[in-house]
């Protein structure tokens, strides 16, 4: 299980490999993406609070990178933050997300990235439930549901 310690350790020191890696050119992303998937996965854009189709939906099925369909969270981990954003306390797996130090808005915050494709997610912060007090906050628009079902 991650913490905020690991968390903070790839941020500065570097992340883990991730199994694969997919890079397209800006106008390949375009293509494939809606203006707004496009604005927030890879201009570092962000959805208004509680707009996000995911924030409510707690169906049983897995999150996949909306970029690359790369598995980013399971269902069994998505909680009600009432933060506005889906809301998750790991990731499916450790090496499923890059950790960036991020000092926009002069503050410091760690941005979250699916580390297949570098799509902008969203950011993590210590204030999620125990055990291991992560908060994912992530984008609706940056994630699709794989509902168990289909």
Request: neutral net charge; aromatic residues 10%; contains cysteine.
């Amino acid at each position: 299980m991650l913490t905020w310690k690991d968390i903070i350790h790839f941020a500065t020191k570097g992340n883990s490999t991730p199994d694969k890696r997919m890079e397209k050119s800006e106008g390949e992303w375009k293509e494939i993406l809606t203006a707004e998937q496009f604005r927030i996965t890879r201009l570092k854009g962000t959805e208004r609070p509680h707009t996000g189709e995911l924030c409510s939906i707690y169906d049983v099925g897995q999150y996949n990178c909306i970029c690359c369909n790369a598995p980013l969270f399971d269902s069994t981990i998505k909680y009600e933050s009432r933060s506005g954003w889906p809301s998750f306390t790991q990731p499916i797996k450790e090496n499923a997300i890059k950790y960036v130090k991020d000092t926009t808005f002069g503050m410091v915050r760690v941005e979250v990235l699916c580390n297949t494709c570098d799509a902008h997610l969203g950011h993590i912060f210590p204030d999620g439930p125990k055990p291991s007090g992560l908060r994912y906050c992530i984008n609706s628009e940056a994630m699709k549901l794989e509902k168990e079902n289909e």
